[in-house]
């Protein structure tokens, strides 16, 4: 039963979207999206998994900010394969290398066959059991447009997504990492005063995905976010996140690890000061034997800015082996900033390693101390510890040079804080 | 270079008088050694000099070539000239130690009006001193004494002096936790640096560091004041016969 408040709420939400035209197998998806959020209504106040953060932002009929602030492309300078989405619609590129697939979803959802068929919605569905996402469904009942990726081989150059705007725009995409293939998905970018993105992706068996986003430095913006990730065996996905993002920002990841010896690391980078309220909610399932997952999420936080961080490793029956890592911890640089943290470990099989671990703490004087004394004026030297903290989420991306281009952009941006 | 004068030290949060009337004047070019039982007060002169927070002083004075230091951020008595090899040097995870050492270099330099040292010159310099500590490219690269022995964190803090090139070094327990070897490079490198323009305070417990880097003048600091200053051959007195004599002939 979906108590009336909610129901208004969502009938409300509801009377300002249309489930866009076209039929289909897409359509169908659609439908079914729109009946599951019916049944279960938008997230409110008194929901247990919107106990840390607001939703009411996020599920207002039309969005509370106007005029987000906007800022560069955080990653120039690095060599990409871009897609813009802004307000005149998606651009792909001209050419594409070999092993690699692009279109819109609009026209994968105008072809009767399509692979992307087996995934849209379908990853969400599976992803809002045994916990109802009704954002996301919200999202794959209305986004009129995303983009529809597939690796058939390892792609060199990273595919970059660049998404800009002020409006209220739900996009939706689906990746398919095919066995074998490896891909690096950028994304960047100020999707709208009130963005609600879905990305959904499939990792076959063997296939390598990196994902790496960067949200902000902009101020005023609500964001919601969810990664939605189906892993094989011997596949590895690595997630990471840099986010500076205001005034609300929820990213949630689902990651179910289906065959034996995959790999999943979900990693990010938030600092904020004042109005920033940054929550990860973050939910990773083990349904086989021999596979790791590695949960790494840092706060800075300042001036009465908020971090939340939800994060759960399911432990099915039958996934023996299982090596589970979750690390949640926020920096604090003053008294009046929170960090609100609910680590959960749920375990059915007797022959797994998990270990989870949650911190609070304030600037080490004598690691500052030890900064100044070599001449590094306070400011530095706390943006050098600020770094130093956020380091170990910064190790998920492997790759040197972009690790060291994320670095670079924190390290800019801190200073300029 | 460094002078100290009648200086009284408590811990800012207890009424704990730990310094008591500190009187020491270190010469340029000059090798000062401090020797002394544990807890009498040697790391405590060491921070205050270098303006670590916890700590008051109720009386005296500390001067760097006449300036007043005591009223000094630690970042501008560094860039000032005064350096502190630690006695347990801190583990900075995540920040490599050549990004960590050309940040300081580069924020002395400003403070000094100075321009930027280049990414190259300051390639070239480091691997020059480096090699002469034995540090390799790895440890260079390595987040800030993570992982380090305890000689290698050693040799790091005289490859930050090194780099830094400050007028007065105050060495805590440098000789702490090192084998032979460890202590000769240690030394080598402390002494490569010695200059007529340049002073040192070498605080140990053991005569042995001495052998390598020969001390000027020679102070037994005890219950929070210098009480005996000699030549070399106090600290040998010291080698022998342990502080129950010394202390037991100033008492
Ligand atoms: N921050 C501090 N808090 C409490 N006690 C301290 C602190 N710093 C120094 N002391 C005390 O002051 C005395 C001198 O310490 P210290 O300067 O470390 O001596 P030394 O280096 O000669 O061994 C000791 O009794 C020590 O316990
Ligand atoms: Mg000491």
Known sequence: ????????????????????????????????????????????????????????????????????????????????????????????????????????????????????????????????????????????????????IRATGPVA?????????????????????ESGAEVTILKSGTAGARANTVTEIDVADGGICHHFRIQGPDHGRHVNTHLFARMGASSLLK??????????????????????EGAAHIACAAFGKGDFHHDDTVWVTHDAEDCESRQVFKKVLRDGATGVFQGKILVKDGAQKTDGYQISQSLLLDDDSVFLAKPELEIYADDVACSHGSTTGAIDETALFYLRSRGVPQKDATDLLVLSFLAEALEEIGDDALREHVSDRLADWLRHH | MLEIKNLHVKLEDEDKQILKGVDLTVEAGKVHAIMGPNGSGKSTLSYVMSGRDGYEVTDGAATLEGEDILEMEPEERAAAGLFLAFQYPVEIPGVGNMTFLRTAVNAQRKARGEAEISAGDFLKVIREKAKMLKIDADMLKRPVNVGFSGGEKKRNEILQMAMLEPKMCILDETDSGLDVDAMKLVSEGVNALRDAGRAFLVITHYQRLLDHIKPDVVHIMAGGRIVKTGGPELALEVERNGYGDLLGEVA
Do not use: C
Request: glycine residues 10%; hydrophobic residues 40%.
């Open chain 1, 1 to 148: 039963m979906v108590a009336e408040a909610k129901m208004t709420a969502t009938e409300d939400r509801l009377a300002t979207l249309t489930v866009p035209a076209g039929g289909g197998w897409l359509g169908r998806a659609r439908e079914d999206a729109l009946a599951r959020l019916k049944a279960v209504g938008m997230p409110g106040r008194r929901d247990e998994y919107w106990r840390y953060t607001d939703p009411t932002a996020l599920v207002a009929p039309s969005p509370a900010i106007s005029t987000p602030t906007s800022d560069g492309d955080p990653w120039e300078g690095i060599d990409t394969i871009t897609v813009t989405i802004d307000a005149a619609g998606i651009t792909l590129p001209d050419t594409l290398p070999d092993g690699l697939e692009i279109s819109t979803l609009a026209q994968a959802g105008e072809a009767d066959i399509h692979w992307a068929r087996d995934l849209y919605g379908v990853l969400e569905a599976a992803g809002s059991r045994p916990v109802a996402r009704p954002l996301a469904m919200l999202n794959t009942a209305f986004a009129a447009d995303g983009l529809v």
């Open chain 1, 157 to 177: 150059k990273p595919v970059h997504i660049r998404t800009t705007g002020t409006g209220d725009p739900l996009h939706h995409h689906v990746v398919r990492v």
């Open chain 1, 239 to 260: 997630s990471f996140t840099l986010s500076a993002n205001g005034e609300l920002t929820r990213n949630e990841a689902v990651i179910e690890l289906l065959g034996d």
